[in-house]
Structure formats: C-alpha cells, structure tokens
C-alpha cells in the first residue's frame, strides 16, 4: 500500500550547523502532514504541521516545506543543538481517512560536537 | 501532568500469557488511537476509537489483539496468547476531533513488551 518513507536512515551534522531530513510520500490524497521528534525510550513529540494549502511554515528554529508536485516534505532545523538528537519522523493523514496518521520510517539525526 | 500516560512502561511476560495495557488520554481529547512500533521502525497503526466507539480495528494484528473504550475516557489494549514477535512498544495517542482532518496527535510514553 501506500506509505510515507524518508530518504536517509541517519544524519550527521556539526552542533551549530543546520539540518535538513527530507521525505517522500506517494498518498496523493494526503492533505495535512506532520512532522515528529522521538527520543530514545519516549514517545513521538510534536514538532510541527502542515496543510496541503500551504508550501512552508515556520516554527521555532524549525520550518517544513512541502512540495505536492514531487510528493516531497522536508524539515529544516536551524542552528542544532545537542538536544536536537532523535529520530524524526514525517507522517501524512491520508486525507483524512480512518487510519490516523501513516509513519515513515525515520530519521536518526546525530549531532557531532 | 496533564498528558496522554499509560500503564505499565514496561513488561515482560512468558510466551502465551495475556497482557493488557493501559491508557488515559487527555481529557477533552475524543479521539483515542493504539500504534505498535518495532526497533527502526515508525509507528504502525493498529485501531482508533471516537469517544465509547471502535471506528476502524481492521489494521489490528490479528484476533489475539483486541482494544476497549467503555466510557469513552480510558481505553484498554489486550494481546491474548503472546508470541515472541508481539515484543514491541504499544504507543497510546489522543486527539480532539474538530471538523474534517486529522489533527496532532499527543503520544505517551508508550508501554514497552518483551514476550520471553
């Protein structure tokens, strides 16, 4: 079936660079999409979202972008810091169907000091 | 703590036993959701309940799986007859159903399942 996955299991970056985790997903009917922190032992931690009527948002130090044409979405984190280490997930509604949200397989992002 | 939490964090259990897992949503959350999430992998989706009502439970594992929401607060998770591959951490999410998509999901910290 369908399915969201992200394109790198794992991502190194220097403390203090910014980080880009990238996403595809192939549900066309999906129209809202959010991206998730999880640390090791916890459970997802909302990051931040995004509606299909939009390209970008911005949040703290974070900003999404979504790309339809490509089925893309990618997540930007400014500045990282050590606290930044976890994996990150992107998950996709469906258009809003019965199953809540559909999970990629994530991205460990680890920061070098 | 006002979050979503669940019961037990952890247990280990003989292959065969029963386990049954617990989770208190946010209280004005209405929608109630179980996942099951294996080492490296996201969370796969298992079942939601809107308010007392199951509304989807095709995607649960199979008839040894099986999830309750009595009063529409908390709800139950039960795996009969565990097997090794059941050892995962089952993740408990609540939303608040408003108008037409899906919104945030609000996870806890998940109830983590090691069948001997």
């Known amino acids: 079936g369908e399915s969201v996955g992200l394109h790198l299991p794992t991502l190194s970056v220097q403390e203090g660079d910014n980080s880009i985790i990238n996403c595809a997903y192939s549900n066309s009917a999906s129209d809202y999409f959010i991206w998730y922190k999880q640390e090791s032992g916890k459970g997802p931690q909302f990051i931040i979202d995004i509606r299909s009527n939009m390209d970008k948002r911005q949040g703290q130090r974070v900003t999404v972008l979504l790309n339809k044409t490509v089925k893309h979405l990618s997540l930007q984190i400014a500045a990282t810091q050590p606290g930044d280490s976890a994996v990150y997930f992107c998950?996709?509604?469906?258009?809003?169907?019965?199953?809540?949200?559909?999970f990629g397989k994530g991205t460990h992002l680890i920061i070098q000091p | 703590d006002t979050g979503v939490s669940q019961d037990p964090r952890h247990k280990i259990t003989k292959r065969g036993q029963n386990v049954t897992f617990r989770c208190d949503p946010i209280s004005e959350h209405n929608r109630l959701y179980w996942y099951r999430q294996t080492l490296g992998q996201g969370p796969e989706f298992l079942t939601y309940f809107q308010n007392e009502a199951q509304l989807e439970k095709s995607r649960l594992l199979s008839d040894r799986f099986s999830a309750e929401r009595p009063k529409g607060s908390f709800s139950t998770l039960e795996i009969q007859r565990t097997e090794q591959g059941d050892s995962a951490m089952y993740l408990c999410a609540s939303s608040l159903r408003a108008g037409g998509n899906t919104g945030e999901l609000f996870f806890g910290e998940g109830s983590r399942l090691t069948v001997l």
């Open positions: 998950a996709e509604n469906g258009g809003g169907g019965a199953d809540g949200l559909t």
